[in-house]
Nanobody, 115 residues
Framework: QVQLVESGGGLVQAGGSLRLSCAAS????????MAWYRQAPGKQREFVAR???????VYADSMKGRFTISSDADKNTVYLSITNLKPEDTALYYC?????????WGQGTQVTVSS
C-alpha cells in the first residue's frame, strides 16, 4: 500500500502563489509516476501535471505556464507550485501515484482563491 498526504492548500487572494506538497509513504518502491489532479465544485476531476521517477514532466495544456511540478526523492515528496492564482483555480487538489497496476490517491488539499 501507498499512502499519499497532501498539504499546502489554503485561502489566497488572486495573484498570489502557493506550493502544494504530496508526501508518499508505505510501499513506495516501484512508483513510476506521481501526478496532480484537481476538482472544482460541480466539475469533473481534471489532470494538472505529472512527473516520472526520472524527472520527466507533462502538463495539461491549460496548466502550462503557471503550474510547476517538481519532486524531492530524498523526502518522497512531490510539489505543485502555482503562481498568479485565479479564482478559477479554486478546487480540491489531489495527488496521485501510479505503481502498476495500482493507482493511489490522497485525500486532497483545498485551494480557494478570492477575487
Amino acid at each position: 500500500q501507498v499512502q499519499l498526504v497532501e498539504s499546502g492548500g489554503g485561502l489566497v487572494q488572486a495573484g498570489g502563489s502557493l506550493r502544494l506538497s504530496c508526501a508518499a509513504s508505505g510501499n513506495i518502491f516501484g512508483i513510476y509516476t506521481m501526478a496532480w489532479y484537481r476538482q472544482a465544485p460541480g466539475k469533473q476531476r481534471e489532470f494538472v501535471a505529472r512527473i516520472t521517477n526520472a524527472g520527466s514532466t507533462v502538463y495539461a495544456d491549460s496548466m502550462k505556464g503557471r503550474f510547476t511540478i517538481s519532486s524531492d526523492a530524498d523526502k518522497n515528496t512531490v510539489y505543485l507550485s502555482i503562481t498568479n492564482l485565479k479564482p478559477e483555480d479554486t478546487a480540491l487538489y489531489y495527488c496521485n501515484a501510479v505503481k502498476v497496476p495500482e493507482r493511489y490517491w490522497g485525500q486532497g488539499t483545498q485551494v480557494t482563491v478570492s477575487s
